[in-house]
């Protein structure tokens, strides 16, 4: 595993999560499928959604993995093998975010962010994030989400279309 991703486990939580271990192992397992399938594309991102249960503790629901080209979303990974793969690539149509007690800065245990998205074709995700996993959540929307909306394409290839002066 690399070692942004570990960084990223230890501020959300995970390395002190009573199934720490087992939430390792079966990241590491998601992300030997990816190798297996997505032999041109490497990983540059992992998301876990994750929710707040009413006594206050955190449940890690669903992985997911990005590439530049790709996401995958290994939904409720502990327990089943469902694994789904799509090209985000300049392929967002929409996105929606919710949020309660986040500003896009600080965060505190009250702290919630999901973001939606819509593919063209009509394919969409939802992630969820509470407490600090939230700024990551926000970097996830700003690198991946936003960055591929349909426009930039259209604004990429109308300024590379310019005549030169």
Excluded at 66 to 73: K, Q, R, W
Aim: with cysteine; charged share 25%; hydrophobic share 40%.
């Amino acid at each position: 595993m690399k070692a942004g991703f570990e960084v990223y486990l230890a501020d959300i939580g995970m390395t002190d999560h009573p199934d720490g271990v087992l939430l390792r192992q079966r990241i590491d397992t998601v992300l030997q499928f990816w190798e297996s399938v997505c032999i041109d594309e490497q990983v540059k991102r992992i998301f876990m959604t994750d929710i707040v249960n009413e006594d206050g503790s955190v449940a890690y629901k669903n992985l997911w993995l990005f590439s530049d080209s790709f996401v995958m979303e290994a939904t409720a990974f502990l327990s089943t093998d469902v694994i789904d793969l799509v090209v985000i690539k300049d392929n967002i149509l929409q996105w929606v975010v919710r949020k309660q007690e986040y500003d896009f800065g600080e965060t505190n245990a009250k702290s919630r962010l999901s973001v939606e998205f819509t593919l063209h074709g009509g394919l969409s995700g939802s992630l969820r994030a509470s407490r600090q996993n939230c700024r990551h959540l926000k970097e996830v929307l700003v690198q991946y989400i936003s960055a591929n909306l349909t426009r930039n394409v259209a604004r990429s290839k109308s300024s590379s279309s310019a005549p030169a002066e």
